[in-house]
C-alpha cells in the first residue's frame, strides 16, 4: 500500500517508517517541514500529489503542559490538522489512522476504558486531541483512530530516558504513584497500526502495552532492567504539581483488539526489556 505518514520526525513516526519498510508498503514519511498539517493548501497539494491509500498521522502537539498556556496552537495541529487531513483524504480515497490518547478520559473510572466510554478531557491537550477525533469521524468514513497512553520508544524524549538519565545523575528519583495506567513500545504499536491499516476494521481502538502499573512502579522496573542501583521514593500528585492535571486512571481496554481478530501488544515488562535491548543498554 502507498501510505504517508505524518509526524515522520516524531518518536511513533520513526518506527511507523520503519515497521512499514518491514512489511514492504510503500511509505512517504512527511515532517513538519515537508507537510505542515496547520496548512490545508500544503496538506491538499501534497495528499493530492501522493495519492496515498493510508495515512497513518502521528504528528500532534504533544506538549501537555505547554498546552495549558498554547491551546489555540494545539488546537490548531491537534484539531484543524487532523480535519485538514480527513479532508484531503477523502478527496483522494484514502484512509486515515489517527493516533489518540487516553487524555480524551478524566481518569475517575476504576474500570479500564472501553473504547465507547464518556470522554471528558482533563485539559488542554486531551481537549483538542478529542476535537481532531471528532473532526476525523465527521470528514471521513475510512477512519481508524487509535488511542495510546505512557508511549516510550528509542527516538524520542520519554519517561524511560528521563528516568535513566535522572537516576544515574542523582540515585534517587521521587516518583508518582497515585497515577496509574499501562506503558506502551512505539515499536509494538506501530505494528498493530500496520496490521489495522491493512483492514477495514474501521473504528476506535484502545492500544497499549498489556498489563497496568503506576509510574512508581514503571520506574522501579526500569531501574531493575536496567540493573541501576537507584532509591524511588514514591510520591502523591499533589507533591509533583505539573500545569496540566492528568487522568489518575488511564488503563485502556484492550477488549475490541481480541474482538476483531488482530494482534494484542505484549506485557509491557517484556516490551521495555525490549526497547533497553534496543537502546543498547
Ligand atoms: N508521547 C506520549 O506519551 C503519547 C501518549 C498518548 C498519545 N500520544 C500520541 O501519539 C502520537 C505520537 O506522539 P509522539 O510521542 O511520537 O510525539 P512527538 O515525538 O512529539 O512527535 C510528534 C511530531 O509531530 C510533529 N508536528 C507538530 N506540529 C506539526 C505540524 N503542524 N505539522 C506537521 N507535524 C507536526 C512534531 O514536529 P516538531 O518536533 O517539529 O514539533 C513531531 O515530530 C501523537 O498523536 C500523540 O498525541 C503520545
Known amino acids: 500500500m502507498r501510505v504517508v505518514v505524518t509526524g515522520a520526525a516524531g518518536q511513533l513516526g520513526q518506527d511507523v517508517l520503519k515497521e512499514l519498510s518491514r512489511k514492504n508498503h510503500e511509505a512517504f514519511g512527511a515532517d513538519r517541514t515537508q507537510l505542515d498539517i496547520t496548512n490545508e493548501s500544503n496538506v491538499q497539494a501534497y495528499i493530492n500529489d501522493v495519492k496515498p491509500d493510508v495515512i497513518l498521522h502521528c504528528a500532534a502537539y504533544t506538549n501537555v503542559d505547554a498546552g495549558?498556556?498554547?491551546?489555540d496552537i494545539a488546537y490548531q495541529v491537534n484539531a484543524v490538522g487532523t480535519e485538514n487531513l480527513a479532508k484531503a483524504a477523502k478527496q483522494v480515497g484514502a484512509k486515515v489512522l489517527c493516533v489518540s490518547t487516553d487524555y480524551v478520559f478524566d481518569g475517575t473510572g476504576s474500570e479500564p476504558y472501553e473504547v465507547d466510554a464518556p470522554t471528558k478531557p482533563l485539559g488542554a491537550y486531551g481537549r483538542t486531541k478529542l476535537a481532531g477525533e471528532q473532526l476525523l469521524q465527521e470528514n471521513l468514513?475510512?477512519?481508524?483512530?487509535?488511542?495510546?497512553?505512557?508511549?516510550?520508544?528509542?527516538h524520542g524524549n520519554n519517561f524511560v530516558k528521563t528516568m535513566l538519565r535522572l537516576g544515574e545523575e542523582r540515585g534517587v528519583v521521587g516518583?508518582?504513584?497515585?497515577?496509574?495506567?499501562?506503558?506502551?513500545?512505539?515499536?509494538?504499536?506501530?505494528?498493530?497500526m500496520v496490521e489495522?491499516?491493512?483492514?477495514?476494521?474501521?473504528?476506535?481502538?484502545?492500544?497499549?502495552?498489556?498489563?497496568?502499573?503506576?509510574?512508581y512502579e514503571f520506574a522501579?522496573?526500569?531501574?531493575?532492567?536496567?540493573?541501576?542501583?537507584?532509591?524511588?521514593?514514591?510520591?502523591?500528585?499533589?507533591?509533583f504539581p505539573r500545569p496540566a492535571a492528568r487522568p489518575k486512571y488511564s488503563v485502556l481496554s484492550k477488549k475490541k483488539i481480541e474482538e476483531q481478530g488482530l494482534t494484542p501488544l505484549r506485557d509491557?515488562?517484556?516490551?521495555?526489556?525490549?526497547?533497553?535491548?534496543e537502546s543498547g543498554r
Open 220 to 239: 522501579v522496573e526500569i531501574f531493575k532492567q536496567a540493573g541501576l542501583n537507584v532509591k524511588v521514593n514514591p510520591l502523591t500528585t499533589e507533591q
Open 196 to 215: 489495522l491499516m491493512e483492514t477495514n476494521k474501521y473504528g476506535i481502538y484502545h492500544a497499549t502495552n498489556s498489563g497496568v502499573c503506576s509510574w
Open 141 to 154: 468514513e475510512q477512519f481508524f483512530i487509535v488511542r495510546t497512553a505512557w508511549v516510550f520508544g528509542v
Open 175 to 192: 516518583v508518582v504513584h497515585d497515577q496509574v495506567g499501562s506503558p506502551t513500545y512505539t515499536v509494538d504499536l506501530a505494528k498493530f
Open 268 to 277: 509491557w515488562k517484556a516490551a521495555l526489556s525490549a526497547y533497553l535491548e
Open 68 to 71: 495549558e498556556e498554547n491551546e
